[in-house]
């Protein structure tokens, strides 16, 4: 099976730093995606790791740890726009590549 | 928008009706995902195509069905439908980056509302 675990929801304030955290655990991991989806919006693709390390993309960084099963999404210079759901998601080699979501969390920005 | 167009936007039906959603993928891009979002669910993957062929299947009922035709747009067909069935359903379209990443391009959504 697979299980992808994050916390249901966070809250920030406006300017500052907040690190998401998302478990998994599968038989055939091949690469973990972040996703951004504002509420009643698709998802849109954030970032993708597949070796262990830190991508930077502007204010937003993944991190991930293949032995661990864990991965963070940091998003730095918080604006009030990144109220959204950051949905953690993993391709699973050994379920046809499967990309399997996890339930999101959901981070409130506080002025 | 993302190049991956789904319709109807909103649909609202009654219970045991039959609905079919429909979405054309970004030009270019030979698989098509099928989602489904509830309100306290996450995403909940239903089923992958490619070029045609069905790729790989999640939790879908068998009430729902799906094709991916020779142009490349896919249906996704639900019948028998109760009041769960309502929920947002996602279709997504990948291209390889990242040295083989499939990265999902989603569609804006097809809200069901089952009555």
């Known amino acids: 099976g697979q299980n992808i675990d994050q916390p249901t929801e966070m809250t920030a304030t406006e300017g500052a730093i907040v690190q998401i955290n998302c478990t998994y655990q599968t038989s055939g991991f091949n690469g973990l995606f972040w996703y951004q989806q504002h509420a009643g919006e698709a998802p849109t693709f954030l970032s993708y790791?597949?070796?262990?390390g830190l991508e930077e993309k502007g204010r937003f960084s993944s991190f991930l740890s293949r032995s661990k099963g864990y991965s963070y999404l940091l998003l730095k210079e918080l604006q009030m726009k990144d109220s959204a759901s950051y949905l953690c998601a993993v391709r699973d080699r050994s379920r046809d590549d499967k990309i399997i979501f996890g339930k999101g969390t959901r981070l409130h920005i506080l002025p | 928008d993302s190049g991956v167009t789904q319709t109807p936007k909103h649909l609202i039906t009654a219970t045991g009706q039959r609905v079919t959603l429909r979405c054309s993928p970004r030009?270019?891009?030979?698989?098509v995902y099928w989602y489904q979002q509830s309100l306290d669910q996450g995403l909940q993957f239903l089923i992958q195509y490619y070029n045609g062929e069905e790729r790989a299947k999640g939790n879908i009922l068998e009430r729902f069905s799906a094709q991916q035709f020779p142009d490349l747009h896919s249906e996704l067909n639900l019948s028998s439908l109760e009041l769960g069935d309502s929920a947002l359903y996602f279709c997504a379209s990948s291209v390889p980056r990242y040295s083989g990443a499939n990265v999902l391009t989603f569609g804006a959504g097809s809200r069901l509302t089952v009555l």
């Open positions: 030009s270019g891009d030979l698989s």
């Open positions: 790791n597949v070796l262990d």
